[in-house]
C-alpha cells in the first residue's frame, strides 16, 4: 500500500528532474554553445543555385523545397520583413509550429543554430547561416486590420491573406495555415512583457539561409511586420535564392545544439526512412 502510494509523487519528481534537466542545457551550455552570425560576405556558390526570386513588396512566392536544399533570404534594402509559413509535402496536415520550435529550445529568439519545428516534433528547417539574428517567431503576420490601422484605406497586401492565397493554389484551406516565422524581424520583450521594435537590428544586404530537413511546400509573404512604425503601403523588394545546400557535416551545429534537437532529428530520419520504403 505504502509502495502504490508513493508512485505518483515518485514519478512527479522523477519528471520535475527530467524536466529541470532540459530547461538547464537548453538555457544554459546549448545556448553558449550557438555559433557565431555569419559574415556578410559569403555568396551562395552559382554552382549550386536552382533558382533566383526577385519578391516585390507586398507580394508571396510558394515553392516545393526538397531535403537538403536551401532557401536564402536577402533583406536587401535592410528595411523588410518577410514572413514564412510550411507544410511537410507528404502530409500537409504536418506543419510549421512556432510554439514547439521555442518551447523545445527554451528560446524565443531564432538566428544560426537553431531549428524549426513541425507540429510533429520534427525538424522541418535548420538555420544554417544568419548574419542578422532577428527574428520574431511570436507575433504573427501583417493583417488587413494592422496595416488599414497603420496606413488607413491606402494600405495595400498583407502577409495574412497572402498566406490564404497561397494555400488555395496548393490546395489547401485558410485552416491549414499555421503561424509564421518572420525573419529582419527584430522584436524584443521589455521587462514589463511588452514587445519593442529594434530597428537599429536591421541592416542592407542582411540574409539568413536556411536547410530543408524534409521535404516541403513553402510559402515567403514580403508584407511588412504588425510592429514596426515605419511599416509602409508596399515594402522594399526582397530578393531570395534557392540553392542545393551544402553536404551536412557530422559535427553540423543545427543537429548537435542539445539532446532535445538531436532527438527530433533522429525523430525526422527515422520518418523520412519509413516513408522511403512504403
Known amino acids: ?10 514519478e512527479r519528481d522523477a519528471h520535475r528532474a527530467r524536466y529541470e534537466a532540459l530547461r538547464a542545457e537548453g538555457q ?22 536552382l533558382h533566383r526570386e526577385h519578391l516585390p513588396g507586398g507580394w508571396y512566392w510558394t515553392t516545393r523545397l526538397a531535403r537538403g536544399e536551401a532557401l536564402r533570404i536577402v533583406n536587401t534594402a535592410g528595411t523588410s520583413a518577410v514572413s514564412m509559413v510550411a507544410w511537410c509535402e507528404a502530409d500537409p496536415s504536418e506543419r510549421l509550429n512556432t510554439a514547439d520550435t521555442m518551447k523545445v529550445q527554451w528560446s524565443t529568439g531564432l538566428r544560426k543554430g537553431r531549428v524549426i519545428y513541425t ?13 542578422s ?7 504573427g503576420p501583417t493583417t488587413r486590420e494592422s496595416m488599414e490601422k497603420a496606413l488607413g484605406p491606402s494600405a495595400a497586401r498583407n502577409s495574412r491573406d497572402n498566406f490564404f492565397a497561397a494555400s488555395a493554389k496548393l490546395g489547401l484551406t485558410r485552416r491549414d495555415v499555421p503561424a509564421c516565422i518572420n525573419f ?11 514587445f519593442v521594435w529594434h530597428p537599429e537590428r536591421r541592416t542592407p544586404g542582411d540574409f539568413v539561409d536556411v536547410r530543408a530537413e524534409m ?8 508584407a511588412g511586420h504588425p510592429l514596426d512604425p515605419a511599416v509602409k503601403t508596399l ?4 530578393d531570395v535564392i534557392h540553392f542545393v545546400a551544402p553536404q551536412v ?27 522511403s520504403k512504403s
Open 184 to 194: 529582419f524581424a527584430p522584436v524584443g520583450i521589455a521587462a514589463d512583457g511588452r
Open 28 to 49: 544554459g551550455a546549448s545556448a553558449q554553445a550557438l555559433p557565431p552570425l555569419t559574415a556578410r560576405d559569403q555568396p551562395v556558390n552559382d554552382d549550386a543555385v
Open 215 to 222: 521535404d516541403l511546400l513553402v510559402v515567403l509573404s514580403n
Open 1 to 10: 500500500m505504502s509502495t502504490h502510494s508513493n508512485t505518483p509523487m515518485a
Open 249 to 275: 557535416d557530422p559535427d553540423d551545429s543545427c543537429r548537435h545544439a542539445c539532446s532535445e534537437v538531436e532527438r527530433a532529428f533522429e525523430q525526422t530520419e527515422r520518418h523520412i526512412r519509413r516513408g
Open 235 to 238: 515594402p522594399a523588394p526582397v
Open 119 to 131: 507540429e510533429m516534433g520534427r525538424v522541418a528547417f535548420s538555420i544554417v547561416e544568419d548574419t
Open 133 to 139: 539574428g532577428a527574428h520574431d517567431p511570436l507575433v
